[in-house]
């Protein structure tokens, strides 16, 4: 079956810090990967999405970017965070095709100082 | 581009009574999709629709696809305390799901 594991779970970093988060999928070969971010109590922002290793779409400008090194590891990152990019920050995966259910990873909790 | 309103964006209901939550489409769907979010935790995929005019049951819960498929409704009969949570629709487009904002669910015992 398959599964996807995202890490960390929680994170504290100082405003200009840089980040990273990982998520790997298992049991599946060239799935779509996506990254969203959620604000305490609202929805879902899809920050990027990838069909393919090293291709990635931007959903939303701003001081995040997403690389796809291999098939199944979706890595977002920024080299300088702020304030507003605390949140709960999800990935997700799905067989190929646009419209097809998405399983998600159980999340990273991010709060900036 | 599309956009998928969902309503009631709250709902609190006693334990035993009925709950409906709805999501329209500005444009026609390939598919709808529902998801649950517990609290604390991450979506999990419930259902999906295809078909216009589908109807699936899941126990107590009721989904609905439009007719022109640009709306679809979940329906949770004899609210329990483990429905909890919010509830997302959304909406299969070209590249990308579009997700609705979510109705959030409590009950009370």
């Known amino acids: 079956s398959q599964t996807i594991h995202q890490w960390p779970a929680t994170l504290v970093q100082p405003v200009g810090s840089p980040l990273s988060l990982e998520c790997t999928v298992e049991?599946?070969?060239?799935?779509?990967l996506y990254w969203y971010r959620q604000a305490a109590g609202r929805g879902l922002q899809l920050l990027f999405y990838?069909?393919?290793?090293?291709?990635i779409s931007s959903e939303v400008p701003q001081n995040l970017s997403a690389s796809r090194p291999q098939d199944r590891q979706f890595i977002l990152s920024s080299k300088k965070l702020l304030l507003s990019d605390s949140g709960f920050y999800l990935c997700a995966w799905s067989v190929l095709g646009g419209d097809q259910p998405q399983h998600f990873g159980d999340g990273t909790r991010l709060s900036i100082l | 581009g599309q956009q998928v309103m969902q309503i009631p964006q709250y709902q609190h209901v006693q334990e035993g009574e009925d709950f409906t939550t709805y999501c329209n489409s500005s444009?026609?769907?390939?598919?709808i999709q529902w998801y649950k979010q517990r609290p604390g935790g991450h979506p999990v995929f419930l259902i999906q629709?295809?078909?216009?005019?589908e109807v699936k049951k899941q126990k107590r819960l009721t989904f609905q696809f439009g007719e022109a498929k640009k709306n679809s409704s979940l329906h949770i009969t004899a609210t329990q305390t483990t429905d909890v949570g919010t509830y997302f629709c959304?909406?299969?487009?070209?590249?990308?799901?579009?997700f609705g904002k979510g109705t959030m669910l409590l009950v009370s015992p």
């Open positions: 990838s069909v393919g290793i090293g291709q």
């Open positions: 959304a909406g299969g487009g070209y590249s990308t799901l579009t």
């Open positions: 629709l295809v078909k216009s005019g």
């Open positions: 049991g599946t070969s060239n799935p779509n």
């Open positions: 444009t026609t769907l390939s598919n």
